[in-house]
């Protein structure tokens, strides 16, 4: 069925670009016009390029080659956590994969990550009725004394609702209801909960996962604890028992909750970034980075996040290879470590090219973190100058479903280092709509994906990196 649909598909995308690409080949004698104004159709000169990228990412050998890698990645080497020997071990299977592939330059960066371990951990309701509770610790979070921390729960909806009802919150253990929105805006509460509810004296604190949608599922992720408080622990639950809390408490009912966790913060731990290259033909020296992630969380599989992007920039690459394409630009994929609680990987790479001179030769950096579901488009933080040029690439990656370039890059924190020092950067979108519905949980797993939506992330990804590596323009720099 899968193969059946994929061929529907091809067949589909090729026809759509026929006429496009026999218009090309009519235009193949004219002298590049790289530099021409944005909607001088230059891009056209890449159609039947973008067409191959695009035939062979849908290609259902090649589908069943990236689904399987995907899947090994995943099977064997699901809790990618920093620090942890199971991060160790997939870092060195991507290393031999990398090899086998034959690019033509395979290295590792060192780098020093954070090294939190979860140890076991549970939190009982004592209320109108007693129960265990599903629950999480966050991300860096400090752990309980060994007997636990029983107490009164102080169930809040915000911010400022916690700073209103301050003296109510000494010696209890706040609880942040706080309703998803988007996740920029809701976020705030994982990385600032625990700091704001020890600013009021809280001994804990309990957060209602980030997400829109639950089935009794909590959400981990890092957080941040403030240089000016003490560090209390701190812990996801479920949207239904944030929801059942702020009931009962507006019934008048008293509540306490007994919270046991081991978490630690062990002594910083040596990982690596991975790095493949593909050498640019004419200019070397200058670089196109991509990738994603390789490390994940302790929970699920860490497919979504961020297995799927680190594959599909590596597949988009290795396509490149196999067809025997070679863009004027190297083609630099890396692996970051530690994205998830620390983003040490992002500062090393960004601190390594500073240093050896070549960080102003960076055409783009992108990356993809933000899921592998249906293509939308691209996001692009840069010039206006660099975003008018890149615009008629979306007429090569339309056929995917990737069809508008919008500005501001989502998914991004890995490059974001560079970027906050101007280098223009790039995400895919997709159809994120159930993305945060599985995002940091148990549910991370690679039966939540569609091999079709992937490869279509690909065939967008390859051909959008391919013709940025290759065009002949340089991309320009806010200062430049």
């Not at 995308?13 to 004698?29: D, H, K, L, W, Y």
């Not at 944005?38 to 849908?58: H, K």
């Not at 600013?199 to 309990?206: D, I, K, M, N, Q």
């Not at 530690?338 to 990356?367: I, K, P, T, W």
Request: some cysteine; overall charge negative; glycine content about 8%.
């Amino acid at each position: 069925m899968m193969r059946t649909k994929l061929l529907t598909l091809l067949l589909l995308v090729c026809f759509a670009a026929a006429p496009a690409a026999i218009a090309a080949g009519e235009r193949s004698t004219e002298p590049s016009s790289a530099n021409k104004p944005a909607g001088a159709g230059w891009a056209e000169s890449y159609r039947d390029v973008a067409n191959q990228l695009i035939e062979a990412a849908l290609d259902p050998e090649n589908v069943d080659f990236m689904w399987e890698r995907l899947a090994w990645l995943t099977d064997y080497y699901p809790h990618r956590l920093s620090g942890s020997e199971m991060l160790k071990d997939a870092i060195n299977w991507m290393y031999g994969q990398l090899n086998d592939d034959g690019f033509d330059r395979v290295y590792k960066q060192e780098v020093m990550v954070p090294h939190w371990v979860r140890g076991r951990e549970s939190l009982t309701f004592h209320g109108p009725w007693e129960r265990e509770l599903r629950m999480l610790g966050l991300g860096s979070s400090v752990g309980t004394p060994a007997e636990g921390i029983r107490a009164e729960i102080l169930v809040v909806q915000s911010f400022d609702e916690l700073r209103e009802r301050a003296a109510e919150a000494r010696g209890k253990i706040v609880v942040w209801n706080v309703p998803f929105t988007t996740y920029g805006e809701t976020v705030q509460y994982r990385v600032r909960g625990a700091s704001e509810a020890s600013r009021v004296g809280a001994v804990a604190s309990l957060l209602r996962s980030v997400a829109p949608f639950s089935m009794q599922t909590p959400h981990t992720g890092n957080i941040r604890y403030d240089e000016d408080v003490d560090p209390i622990p701190f812990a996801a639950i479920t949207l239904e028992d944030a929801e059942l809390m702020q009931r009962f408490q507006n019934r008048g009912e008293r509540m306490e909750v007994t919270l046991k966790m081991e978490a630690q913060m062990l002594p910083d731990a040596l990982s690596h970034n991975i790095i493949a290259e593909l050498r640019g033909s004419e200019k070397p020296e200058e670089i196109v980075v991509i990738g994603g992630h390789i490390d994940s969380w302790d929970i699920g599989h860490g497919v979504m996040d961020d297995a799927g992007g680190v594959i599909a920039t590596w597949e988009a690459m290795r396509l490149m290879k196999a067809l025997g394409l070679q863009p004027r630009r190297t083609i630099r994929l890396v692996g970051w470590t530690n994205e998830e609680n620390g983003v040490r990987g992002g500062l090393a790479y960004r601190d390594m090219v500073m240093e050896d001179g070549s960080f102003r030769n960076h055409q783009l950096a992108f990356e993809i973190d933000f899921g592998v579901f249906a293509p939308l488009g691209f996001g692009f933080t840069g010039t206006e100058e660099a975003f008018a040029m890149l615009e008629p690439i979306m007429e090569l990656t339309a056929p995917t479903g990737a069809e508008i370039l919008r500005r501001g890059s989502s998914g991004t924190v890995d490059i974001g280092p560079l970027m906050r020092e101007g280098m223009p950067g790039m995400g895919i979108d997709t159809d994120v709509e159930k993305y945060f519905w599985y995002h940091h949980t148990d549910s991370d797993t690679l039966d939540k994906q569609n091999p079709e939506d992937i490869a279509r992330v690909i065939a967008a990804t390859a051909v959008m990196i391919y013709v940025v590596a290759d065009m002949e323009a340089r991309l320009p720099w806010a200062d430049e």
